[in-house]
């Protein structure tokens, strides 16, 4: 897409796409009540452990039905992940600059947060198996190699948002999103950092003209 083209357009789509999902949830929220608990929202709650808690309570826990409510909720996350993840691609193909698309670079930032999520809430309130997984982790050895510095904010973001529905914070990636969206198109728009030439860049940079041809 070229600069010269009106955002009007895009801008007006992921807007209202981001509204429609402010609205699916408030839909679900009211139609579903007895379901509110299991949405991917508010976070995890670290167990408050002090040193006063000294007396052991033995308690019968129904790990099927722990499991099953976990499988849900992780299933939800990645579900509102994908939705997430979506205006964020769009992005990438309104900005890029290259005539072809990477198709597999499309597919992993959108792919990438489901496997995060995922990973984020099985290692979640678990310290042990935290480190047992980024052991695993630091002995593959990735050969990805990114074509533009910029596609390295996507795979971050899409590390933030998968982490955020992991933990159950999903509001936290929606703002993650929308934030990483609009400021993106903005510095694409003004092509930011293009031309030093300008009065403003002239007088922060102290560089004229001349300079800016060498």
């Not at 694409?188 to 003209?209: H, M, N, V």
Request: with cysteine.
């Amino acid at each position: 897409m070229r600069k010269s083209t009106p955002i009007r357009n895009p801008l007006f789509l992921i807007t209202c796409y981001f509204a429609a999902l402010i609205v699916l949830l408030q839909v679900v929220v009211w139609s579903f009540p007895r379901y509110v608990p299991l949405l991917p929202f508010g976070g995890v709650e670290l167990p408050d452990r002090s040193a006063d808690d000294a007396e052991v309570i033995a308690t019968f826990v129904n790990t099927d039905t722990v499991e099953s409510v976990e499988a849900v909720t992780l299933a939800m996350a990645i579900f509102g992940a994908l939705l997430i993840m979506a205006p964020i691609s769009w992005v990438y193909f309104i900005t890029t600059r290259s005539k072809m698309i990477n198709r597999s670079f499309a597919q992993t930032i959108v792919v990438l947060p489901v496997i995060v999520a995922g990973i984020a809430m099985i290692v979640q309130n678990n310290l042990a198996l935290a480190f047992s997984l980024a052991g695993v982790v630091a002995a593959v050895r990735f050969r990805f190699a990114l074509e533009e510095p910029a596609h390295a904010l996507y795979i971050f973001s899409a590390i933030a948002v998968g982490l955020g529905a992991g933990i159950g914070a999903l509001g936290i990636s929606f703002v993650i999103s929308v934030g990483f969206v609009y400021v993106n198109l903005l510095l694409w728009k003004l092509d930011y950092g293009a031309d030093l030439t300008t009065p403003f860049f002239s007088f922060l940079t102290g560089r004229g003209r001349d300079d800016n041809e060498l």
